[in-house]
């Protein structure tokens, strides 16, 4: 049995979908190729017409009917059309998630600098027709700042990683009708710098056989070696047989459509449609048709005859798919601080109020919906209260909510405070704080005391996250930063003694002089002098400088305290003694704070 | 009850029912910021400048009030025609003393800015009205007033040879008074951190900015609950 044969009419569609970073569409265009192929070995057919009828209008073909002409044995004639579409058949999303151990509703879409991002990143691709659709093959280039990829979960197929080109390859699947498939790879990012990186293309390319993006329903006519005639046999006088014979002479298959035959009238000439049929029957190469009738007839019949048929067809057709997805820009979150203090430097043992200004910078490419900053503060300093803690962003007043923390919960100097300041949900207020952007934070403390031997160091560590938030970037001084400068102020109290005697006997003037001779106020001066057993005191100078009298095991020691001496001061006191036995001289000791 | 009026600058007057006190009527480049028909009592002078004595010898002749300062004070208003006999010469420490009122100067110091010297200043501590007020003049150093009582404690802030803002706020903070009161700023950003300061530091004490023309009044309710109000002129005042 020989081959059968048929014309082939083959739909090739092709549609190229480009999609955004984001895996928003685009763009998308489609085309087809509409190819008739003859497939003889040795047959041409001519007079071929490619019938679309009404199945056009989603395509630029402005014919109802496509000329082909003829096509040799083994040869083809094509048209090429455009076909308008919306989306495609294969759908794409990526979810380049940069933070994946931070779970929230939306992705995270930025990379923390100096911090190790643990990445997710899923891959979907979903059938949205009711035919399969294979050959699926999936690239996805890694770009260079991600280590440690890890294919994590294919829901079928493989997909493997190549380090040498850095792509995920993931093929050898199907998907049947309205099904997703899915590809889930965990990776690290490390960044270097705030620049904006490319979080690698995606390309996928794929085939749906036997389906079509136009509604192209094409039909052919055609002819080709056919034999056709009529032979009238006299089977008794004046009576004949006329038979319509048919006959496939080529390699491919004809389907007969309709088969006439007419008789002319001898007397008046006109014309009796004596067969009239519609086989629509397929003849294989070789095959013969027939149809007969009789007829009365003096001489032989003037028949004619009408015969359409035409190479039967096949219609073939498919679509082949590219999606490209665009490169997901990643921005970088990092923040810089500056912390100034407004006297830089300060007295010792006085109290000075200090402006603290701590600047946050955005210097980053990403947006930053949140700042924390942790700042602490040495003893011999009284910290700031929340009202008076002044915020500003982008030079203007910041007037929402922050939250602000003081541990201990107190103003007292005597020990360190850390105070806690976030600003958070800027979206939602002033607007999220864009590239080079800046917050300020202004408040003010009091130095108290401070003591030029020691050593006051403020460290500050400053957080920033995004929205949604991943995790912290951070940047912080050292353990010993930001020293609040001490300016040395030398103490110096001056303490003479003289000793006079008195108007009587046993009676002596005590002249005691205390002078701060230092350059900084000294506080709680204690002068301690000491009188023997035997003597008290009769008289005081000025009065209202009475000492405490303190008895002690060889006499009583006198005792002033002074809050306060300013450099400068001095107090010049008198004291009268009167009393028996030897007077010893001591001197006089100071203390002070 | 104690009556504080504000006229600008350094210059206060301090008023009760039995006396009345002027507080450096100093001349401001070339201005007065007293009016020479002022009628006062008493005139206090804590230094020989300018922007301390200012119209103080004309304000006295007319209204035949006592000056009262420092050798080079009385002096200089001497010079300015005010009559010796109501001229009188403050001792360090010493008080000066009269029925309704007693002050008590103490030697400071601040910078003449001519050339840049020391020069004595004193301040005063001023007992009126049942009130303690120390009135530093134009002091850049703070002497026992950190220590003294104080129910009103008024400061220069500006700087340029007087207190700035921190040494204000220091010695504010040290005496803890009911009320601390800026003089003599250079500008306002001056004014918003002495009270941002002592608001914050100074438990407490309530800092006070008053505006030339502004009349404070003091009282101790029940006799002892400390009570103020502040007006742009005073029930008593005519200006």
């Known amino acids: ?593 | 009850m104690l009556r504080i009026k504000y006229f600008g600058k350094t210059s206060f007057m301090l008023s009760t029912e039995e006396t009345s006190l002027l507080l450096n009527p100093g001349i401001w480049d070339g201005e007065a910021v007293v009016p020479d028909d002022l009628d006062v009592r008493i005139i206090a002078v804590t230094n020989h400048l300018d922007d301390a004595v200012g119209n103080a010898a004309q304000i006295a002749i007319n209204a035949k009030a006592w000056v009262l300062g420092d050798e080079s004070t009385i002096e200089k208003v001497k010079s300015q025609g005010a009559k010796p006999w109501l001229l009188h010469t403050l001792e360090n420490e010493i008080p000066y003393e009269i029925p309704g009122m007693k002050l008590t100067p103490y030697i400071l110091k601040r910078t003449d800015p001519a050339n840049d010297e020391k020069i004595e200043n004193y301040g005063l501590h001023i007992e009126m009205g049942k009130m303690k007020v120390s009135y530093v003049g134009d002091s850049e150093i703070r002497g026992p007033f950190g220590a003294l009582e104080s129910h009103i404690l008024i400061t220069p802030i500006g700087g340029d040879g007087v207190f700035p803002v921190r040494d204000a706020v220091s010695i504010c903070i040290d005496a803890h008074p009911k009320l601390a009161i800026p003089m003599r700023w250079e500008d306002h950003e001056q004014l918003k951190r002495f009270s941002k300061y002592i608001s914050q530091f100074g438990h407490g004490i309530t800092p006070l900015v008053m505006e030339p023309g502004q009349v404070l009044e003091t009282d101790w309710a029940a006799g002892h609950e400390f009570r103020f109000t502040i007006s742009q002129n005073g029930p008593n005042e005519s200006d």
């Open chain 1, 1 to 593: 049995m020989s081959e059968q044969k048929k014309v082939i009419i083959d739909i090739e569609e092709t549609e190229r979908t480009q999609l955004g970073e984001l895996s928003e569409l685009e763009n998308i265009e489609a085309f087809g190729v509409l190819t008739v192929k003859n497939p003889s070995e040795r047959c041409r057919v001519w007079n071929v017409r490619v019938l679309l009828s009404d199945t056009r209008d989603q395509t630029d073909i402005t014919e109802d009917v496509l000329l082909a002409g003829e096509i040799d044995a083994g040869s083809s004639w094509q048209h090429r059309y455009k076909v308008t579409v919306e989306s495609p058949i294969l759908t794409l999303s990526e979810t380049y998630d940069t933070c994946g151990e931070v779970t929230t509703e939306e992705p995270h879409w930025a990379y923390c600098f100096g911090k190790d991002n643990l990445l997710r990143v899923t891959i979907r691709v979903k059938n949205e027709t009711d035919g399969e659709i294979d050959n699926i093959v999936l690239n996805k280039t890694v770009p260079p700042e991600l280590s440690n990829v890890t294919i994590e979960q294919v829901k079928s197929g493989t997909a493997e990683y190549d380090d040498g080109t850095r792509q995920i390859i993931w093929k050898d699947f199907v998907i049947y009708p309205h099904e997703e498939n899915e590809l889930v790879f965990t990776a690290t990012a490390n960044v270097e710098d705030a620049e904006e990186k490319d979080a690698g293309q995606v390309v996928v390319t794929y085939r749906a056989e036997g389906q079509q993006r136009s509604l192209l329903a094409p039909d052919l006519t055609a002819l080709t070696e056919f034999l056709t005639g009529i032979d009238s046999a006299e089977n008794e006088p004046n009576n004949w047989e006329v038979t319509l014979e048919c006959s496939n002479e080529s390699d491919l298959v004809i389907r007969l459509d309709k088969a006439e035959v007419y008789v002319e009238s001898e007397e008046s000439g006109t014309k009796e449609k004596r067969i009239d049929e519609s086989p629509e029957i397929e003849l294989g190469p070789g095959t013969e048709w027939t149809s007969s009738f009789q007829m009365e007839s003096k001489s032989q019949p003037k028949c004619s005859q009408e015969v359409i048929y035409t190479p039967v067809n096949i219609v073939t057709k498919r679509v082949l798919g590219t999606i490209e997805k665009a490169a997901q820009s990643i921005p970088v979150y990092k923040i810089e601080y500056t912390k100034t203090f407004d006297p830089p430097e300060v007295n010792s043992f006085d109290k000075t109020p200090v402006e603290v200004n701590i600047e946050v910078r955005n210097a980053g490419t990403a947006k930053i919906n949140e700042i924390t900053v942790i700042d602490k503060l040495p003893d011999d300093v009284m910290p700031p209260t929340k009202e008076y803690i002044e915020i500003y962003i982008r030079g203007e007043e910041y007037t929402g909510n922050f939250e602000f923390a003081i541990d201990p919960e107190d103003q007292d100097p005597n020990h360190p405070h850390t105070l806690t300041f976030k600003i958070s949900d800027l979206k939602d207020s002033v607007g999220e704080l864009q590239p080079g952007e800046s917050i300020r934070i202004n408040y003010s403390i009091m130095a108290w005391k401070s003591r030029p031997e020691k050593e006051y160091p403020s460290p500050i560590h400053c957080f920033a996250n995004t929205y949604p938030p991943g995790i912290e970037t951070e940047v912080a001084s050292a353990e010993d930063g930001h020293k609040i400068g001490i300016i040395y102020k030398k103490r110096r109290i001056s303490a003479k003694k003289a000793i006079n005697k008195g108007t009587e006997a046993g009676q002596y003037i005590l002249v005691l002089v205390i002078e701060n001779k230092g350059e900084v106020t000294v506080e709680n001066v204690k002068v301690s002098d000491w009188i023997p057993r035997g003597f008290e005191v009769v008289g005081i100078e000025p009065e209202d400088l009475e000492p405490r009298q303190q008895p002690v095991d060889d006499g009583t020691d006198l005792v002033w305290i002074f809050e306060r001496m300013n450099p400068g001061d001095q107090k010049k006191i008198r004291v009268t003694i009167q009393g028996e036995g030897e007077y010893d001289r001591r001197e006089p000791v100071v203390t002070s704070d």
